[in-house]
């Protein structure tokens, strides 16, 4: 399940980049804090994800 769904958060950030973790909780079905976890796993399996903070932050 969880492997599912961090093949589907990285596709997603590929197609829509500067998604919020409160937009990817919600595509996703799961906690803020479950997608943090999630972004941290992608980046220590050699995942290309970077954060940005303020209004035009997010996810890339």
Request: zero cysteines; a positive charge; proline letters at 3%.
């Amino acid at each position: 399940m969880r492997a599912a769904r961090l093949i589907r958060m990285a596709l997603l950030l590929q197609s829509s980049p500067g998604l919020t973790a409160a937009a990817l909780a919600h595509e996703l079905d799961v906690s803020e804090r479950t997608v943090i976890r999630d972004v941290q796993a992608l980046q220590e399996a050699g995942v290309p994800v970077r954060s940005e903070r303020g209004r035009a932050g997010g996810y890339r």
